[in-house]
């Protein structure tokens, strides 16, 4: 049993404290946001993630995890302390690490026995530097510590098992014996562990995020070419990815990526390379590719109905940035719901989980109870976020309470075929082309 310090229960900070707790930890998790530590004192989560309300209630019974908002009473026994606050987007997409800097601080301010400091939180190559820089020039008097990168790969919905089986372990430190000790944490995990320097372990973060994007950008673009060109990008996904070189994984052509890392964290490695004197193109590309996915919808939804959508009504399955979380950051539905409205259409939706979240962010977009009523009266249904309970709907029931039978599928969950033959006007992204292909000679 190790003592661990985590600071932020965001999503990365409450699975890590809530999993190393489960392997057997003690573990004191803290937030300066009071609301947050109250609501997870009565059991509340702050976010939706599933299994994570049972993995907590769990150890805190057993004694294993606490919370508090205090930075002294989370490091009073730690030896391990995790820093898993926000890195919000700031100027240009810089990454705005003013959270790591105030938990760096506290920390140097706070601590009086050595200490590892983790850096979970995505940051700035360079970052772990600045972090020691800032614990050794703040604390009153001399007391030994050590730095240690250790990114996450934890996909909201499946962080937990995630957490628990992952590729592999990064850490980054210029103290072997440090970044030994953090192994030995991560053993129970029984996954492959890299050892390299802070900066490059910061590096492969980034790096890995990005290509995950750029997989997705580049199976957007082959949609694109396979619809003008009459074939199935689901198909030619399929056929791909059974290469071992390229993987199955992260080929799923549609609206693109949203969420609180892929939009933030391509950014932000762009922003680091124009900050160096580099153009990366490949980065641009991918942005440039990811935006333009969302005006296509509004582009098919003109196509189907006509160019003029004023009075329409427009009805969203779904509109979390992806299944099974409530988080909406950069979610695809806020943009194309936007884009309608600007376009004079009526926008309605609904989302498994997300309701609540949608009602902050979007307050002015109509909720509906149920998946039916999105499409009850609507011109047109557009698919936002590929929950499974979508892919099995009544469609026959669906397409009688429509005005007009048209669905733009922005996840390729429907079957092209199938959907046309029940009579409904259908777009998928790079499903074929519904008209004449033009080859060249
Ligand atoms: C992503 C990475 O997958 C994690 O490894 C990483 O730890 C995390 O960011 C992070 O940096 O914290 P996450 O954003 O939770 O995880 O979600 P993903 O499952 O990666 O999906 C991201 C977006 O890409 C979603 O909007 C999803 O709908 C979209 N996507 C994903 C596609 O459009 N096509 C695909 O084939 C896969």
């Not at 030896?79 to 990454?95: H, K, L």
Request: glycine share 8%.
């Amino acid at each position: 049993m190790k003592d661990i310090a985590v600071i932020g229960v965001g999503y990365v900070g409450l699975v890590t404290a809530a999993c190393f707790a489960d392997l057997g930890n003690r573990v004191v998790a803290m937030d300066v946001a009071e609301e947050k530590i109250d609501k997870l004192h009565q059991g509340i989560m702050p976010i939706y993630e599933p299994g994570l309300t049972e993995v907590v209630k769990r150890n805190v019974d057993a004694g294993r995890l606490s919370f508090t908002t205090s930075h002294a009473d989370t490091i009073k026994n730690a030896r391990f302390v995790f820093i898993c606050v926000g890195t919000p987007s700031g100027v240009d997409g810089e990454a705005d690490l003013q959270y790591v800097r105030q938990a760096a601080e506290t920390i140097a301010q706070v601590m009086d026995h050595p200490l590892i400091i983790i850096n979970k939180s995505t940051v700035p190559v360079g970052t772990g530097d600045w972090v020691a820089d800032i614990v050794r020039s703040k604390q009153p008097r001399p007391i030994d510590f050590s730095v240690v990168s250790c990114p996450e790969f934890l996909r909201e919905g499946s962080a937990l098992l995630d957490f628990m089986n992952p590729d592999r372990t990064v850490l980054g430190s210029l103290d072997r014996d440090a970044a030994d000790e953090v192994a030995q944490l991560h053993l129970p995990l029984r996954a492959p562990i890299v050892v390299t320097d802070l900066r490059t372990a910061e590096m492969i973060k980034y790096a890995s995020n990005a290509f995950l994007a750029t997989k997705i950008s580049f199976i957007n673009e082959i949609a694109n070419i396979c619809e003008a060109l009459g074939a199935d990008v689901k198909e030619v996904a399929a056929g791909m990815g059974l290469d071992k070189r390229i993987g199955k994984m992260f080929l799923d052509a549609g609206i693109g990526y949203g969420g609180s890392c892929f939009p933030k964290d391509v950014l932000a490695l762009h922003h680091m390379g124009i900050a160096q004197g580099q153009k990366p193109q490949i980065l641009e590309a991918v942005m440039a590719i990811n935006s333009s996915r969302r005006h296509q919808v509004v582009a098919k939804l003109r196509e189907l109905l006509g160019d003029d959508l004023t009075g329409k009504t427009i009805g969203l399955l779904g509109l979390a940035f992806k299944p099974n979380t409530d988080d909406m950051r950069d979610a695809p539905s806020i943009t194309i719901a936007s884009l309608l409205s600007e376009a004079g259409a009526v926008v309605k939706g609904y989302d498994p989980v997300a309701m609540d979240v949608t009602r902050q962010v979007m307050p002015q977009l109509a909720l509906c109870k149920d998946p039916y009523e999105v499409f009850a009266g609507s011109d047109a249904v557009v698919l936002v976020t590929d929950w499974n309970e979508f892919k099995q709907l009544d469609m026959i029931r669906a397409k009688a309470s429509m005005r007009q039978a048209v669905v733009v599928d922005g996840r390729n969950i429907y079957d092209p075929a199938m959907m046309q033959e029940m009579g409904f006007a259908y777009r998928g992204f790079g499903r074929g082309y519904s008209g004449d292909v033009k080859l060249d000679g």
